[in-house]
């Protein structure tokens, strides 16, 4: 099934246990997205985790000894094809949609393609990216949304 060309093995693992319904329609958005963004996907791997299971992470490959919701690895060796791992605190994103008064489950969406956009050359670093990285987000949890109903 994975050597289908047209369907790059997306993959959801979870190191605890999560409530997220319809995945295989975030799945298929995540693809949809890499289509979009013009940049081809070879396999993804999401990691669902505890905030000391990232900060062990953050701590270990970047040296950050801070909490944090999202960390995206580009295992690419090919540049035209993307591999990659993305690792999303569990703990951080149920925090971060109580303080931003979204629900669990659109905050989860809204960090997963934010990995995903990461890995098609969208940055963060600057308000200008924050603002670009923004709209894209918002661009792809209406497109989720949309195909949900």
Do not use: W
């Not at 791997?45 to 950050?64: R, T």
């Not at 303080?99 to 960090?111: C, H, I, P």
């Not at 995903?116 to 670009?132: E, F, I, N, P």
């Amino acid at each position: 099934m994975h050597n289908n060309k047209s369907t790059p093995p997306i993959q959801f693992h979870f190191l605890l246990p999560v409530s997220f319904t319809q995945r295989t329609l975030a799945k298929e958005v995540i693809r949809d997205l890499f289509k979009k963004e013009k940049t081809k996907l070879e396999q993804l791997q999401y990691i669902f985790c505890s905030d000391e299971y990232l900060l062990e992470i953050n701590k270990q490959h970047l040296q950050h000894n801070y909490y944090t919701d999202i960390i995206t690895f580009d295992l690419s060796n090919n540049p035209k094809a993307v591999i990659g791992e993305i690792y999303i605190s569990v703990d951080r994103v149920k925090d971060n949609a109580q303080n931003y008064e979204v629900s669990f489950k659109q905050e989860l969406l809204r960090v997963i393609f934010h990995g995903a956009l990461h890995l098609c050359g969208y940055k963060d670093k600057t308000q200008k990216d924050q603002v670009l990285m923004r709209k894209a987000e918002d661009k792809y949890l209406h497109y989720y949304l949309s195909k949900a109903k």
